[in-house]
């Protein structure tokens, strides 16, 4: 059975970092998009951020370009997802998700969560002064 749990959120100050951590029981597949997704309170779901099984090409979106990296340690069966310089608008619910379609990730259109499963039940990040 696979299930993921998030974990790593919490509260800091703007300009701080954190590593959110997403561990990814029974997951053993080898084609596959895994990502990290937030939803902040009255918006909408959208993707951060994205690690394809081809050639591990790494997709984020535009608002953390620079700042956010995401990686996984396979031994650990654990994606990473690295929070440098936050900000008051990183504040949201994080997820991580996968889809069995790398060319989610490498196309972009993980974004919009399409495809996507094995939803954790995310964990908080709040930024501010």
């Known amino acids: 059975q696979v299930h993921f749990v998030e974990s790593g959120g919490g509260w800091v100050q703007p300009g701080d970092s954190l590593r959110l951590s997403c561990v990814t029981s029974?997951?053993?597949?080898?084609?596959?998009?895994i990502a990290w997704f937030r939803q902040a309170p009255g918006a909408e779901r959208e993707g951060v951020s994205c690690?394809?099984?081809?050639?591990?090409?790494?997709r984020y979106a535009d608002s953390v370009k620079g700042r956010f990296t995401i990686s996984r340690d396979s031994a650990k069966n654990t994606v990473y997802l690295q929070m440098n310089n936050l900000k008051p608008e990183d504040t949201a619910v994080y997820y991580c998700?996968?889809?069995?379609?790398?060319?989610?990730?490498?196309?972009?259109?993980?974004?919009?969560?399409?495809?996507?499963?094995?939803w954790g039940q995310g964990t908080q990040v709040t930024v501010s002064s």
């Open positions: 029974g997951f053993t597949s080898d084609h596959y998009a």
């Open positions: 998700a996968a889809d069995p379609k790398p060319l989610s990730c490498i196309s972009g259109t993980y974004y919009y969560a399409v495809g996507f499963d094995h």
């Open positions: 690690l394809s099984s081809e050639r591990g090409i790494t």
